[in-house]
């Protein structure tokens, strides 16, 4: 078994840990502060090819996989948590569904663009009723006159403002419940679609969450992504890699809280002596490396089985489990580290317990994904 990552996958991860923390670390602060979206930062990323890392270059990605993907979400996650789960969910459940399920014609016209940066995609599944519950949709969907009209709603939707396209699920088949859910594609200027105005959120502020709105909106009929009534299917298998994808998302935040109390334990001098020399701080510290190790450990072999075409519905769910865990745990110990100061907004580790939060609920959550497992043991 070999641990490392390739030569070309290490200078992937220095490319990115350079660019992240040169570029993008110093204005993560004041991107949360202002909860301004990382205009700036998206095209430097698309500059550095980031979004094509996971697509083949037939489709205008650089064909080098999930593996270099997901180190890439965890570096610039690791400076900016709203910058990551931007990227993540452009990639992973934006993108990924018509590079998964679409016809040729959809890849070529949608996937290019999107692995270039040149748009940025979303996925809406989440409605008020249909959370945790995913085959409990109520957006519907009916062809009339080689139309689709759609009515509904979707929420805590990312990147919903700035999106050029859309995969959304609707019940096409109402009565046959998750076999009754197709999914479309949504391109921003259909008529009948609208977005909310952004949410309020507690952490990852300079990300763009909102409602999507459906009133009547018509789309060609083959703007239908893959088979009729095979909608629920391809939004499980596009979720396993998401939360591949989330568990990067969180292993960065984790990693961020981690070099942040170490730092300020090394610095921060009480009783003679720097605080990093008393033995509970050397025990937190010690058990959070141990912790993100373990973590890093299960998101890099869901993303390798994933590359190899295996199946990862297990590894995925217990990588996001344990890596979203782990990072409000190291969130959490590394405020303690810092004592009062740790609960300043002059110091970054309460940003880090806001971002972290979100990593337990989104995409699943910590509840969903131990009920994923459990029944892929056979319970």
């Known amino acids: 078994m070999n641990f490392s990552l390739s ?7 220095k490319t990115v840990r350079d660019f992240a923390q040169n570029e993008l670390a ?17 095209k430097q990323m698309a500059e550095l090819d980031l979004f094509a890392l996971p697509y083949s270059e037939e489709y205008g990605g650089t064909g080098d996989g999930c593996l270099p993907y997901v180190v890439a979400v965890e570096e610039i996650s690791r400076a900016c948590a709203s910058t990551g789960i931007t990227y993540a969910a452009h990639c992973s459940i934006g993108t990924d569904p018509i590079y998964l399920f679409g016809t040729e014609k959809q890849k070529q016209k949608w996937v290019g663009p999107c692995a270039r940066g040149e748009m940025l995609a979303a996925f809406g599944l989440t409605e008020p009723n249909a959370g945790s519950d995913a085959g409990g949709t109520k ?15 979707k929420c ?36 009948g679609f609208s977005v909310s105005e952004p949410y309020d959120k507690l952490g990852l502020k300079a990300s763009d969450t909102a409602e999507l709105y459906f ?10 992504l893959g088979k009729r009534g095979e909608g ?7 979720l396993d890699g998401g939360r591949i994808s989330i568990g990067a998302l969180a292993l960065g935040i984790a990693q961020a809280s981690f070099d942040a109390a170490l730092a300020y334990a090394r610095e921060r001098r009480q009783f003679g002596q720097p605080i990093s020399k008393f033995q509970a701080i050397q025990f937190k510290l010690a058990d959070m490396a141990t912790s993100i190790e373990m973590a890093r450990m299960a998101v890099y ?4 089985l994933k590359d190899q075409g295996r199946a990862t519905t297990r590894e995925s769910s217990m990588a996001k489990l344990y890596a979203s865990e782990t990072a409000v745990k190291a969130a959490l110990e590394a405020i303690q580290i810092f004592g009062g100061y740790g609960y300043m907004k002059e110091y970054p580790v309460e940003r880090y317990l806001r971002d972290a939060k979100l990593m337990e609920i989104g995409e699943g959550t910590s509840e969903i994904q131990r009920l994923v497992i459990a029944r892929q043991l056979g319970c």
């Open 26 to 42: 110093p204005i993560a602060a004041d991107l949360d502060k202002e909860a301004r979206f990382p205009h700036e930062i998206i």
């Open 301 to 304: 072999r869901a993303a390798w």
């Open 215 to 224: 009133d009547d909106m018509r789309l060609p009929e083959d703007n239908l």
């Open 139 to 153: 957006t519907t969907a009916v062809l009339k006159n080689s139309e689709w009209l759609i009515n509904g709603s």
């Open 156 to 191: 805590f939707i990312t990147n919903a403002t700035h999106a050029g396209v859309i995969v959304i699920s609707a019940v096409t088949e109402p009565g046959q419940g998750t076999k009754g859910i197709s999914s479309f594609i949504v391109p921003r200027d259909t008529a």
């Open 7 to 13: 030569e070309s996958q290490l200078l992937i991860q």
């Open 232 to 238: 629920f299917k391809q939004l499980l298998k596009v």
